[in-house]
């Protein structure tokens, strides 16, 4: 399964920006989908989950209330709603994804990552 992100960019503090992240494949079902993001000389962290029908969500306590995680399982899509953007929002952002995928050796399971996308934050 791959994974391409979208709608990163340039926004001054206070802005807002909307990341999407679309999953394509033969044949697959995803269960929890997530951003992480890795600023430069850091780890990458954990910046929120959501699960298979969207029913439950967890946010790391530097982004709740100005982030908001979806998805559109019709569209295999995942989205970030970035509002209240911080200087301190700046990094790579990725997203994740882990399911079941159907492959030429049978059906087993996938952790997939994308290529990341680029929130620069100015102040």
């Known amino acids: 399964v791959q994974l391409v992100e979208s709608g990163g960019g340039m926004v001054q503090a206070g802005g807002s920006l909307r990341l999407s992240c679309a999953a394509s494949?033969?044949?697959?079902?995803?269960?929890?989908m997530g951003w992480y993001r890795q600023a430069p000389g850091k780890q990458r962290e954990l910046v929120a989950v959501?699960?298979?029908?969207?029913?439950?969500?967890n946010y790391a306590d530097s982004v709740k209330g100005r982030f908001t995680i979806s998805r559109d399982n019709a569209k295999n899509t995942m989205y970030l709603q970035m509002n209240s953007l911080k200087p301190e929002d700046t990094a790579v952002y990725y997203c994740?994804?882990?399911?079941?995928?159907?492959?030429?050796?049978?059906?087993?399971?996938?952790?997939?990552w994308g290529q990341g996308t680029q929130v620069t934050v100015s102040s």
């Open positions: 959501i699960t298979k029908t969207g029913g439950s969500t």
């Open positions: 994740n994804a882990e399911g079941v995928e159907v492959t030429r050796r049978g059906i087993g399971a996938f952790n997939s």
């Open positions: 494949g033969s044949t697959f079902s995803i269960n929890d």
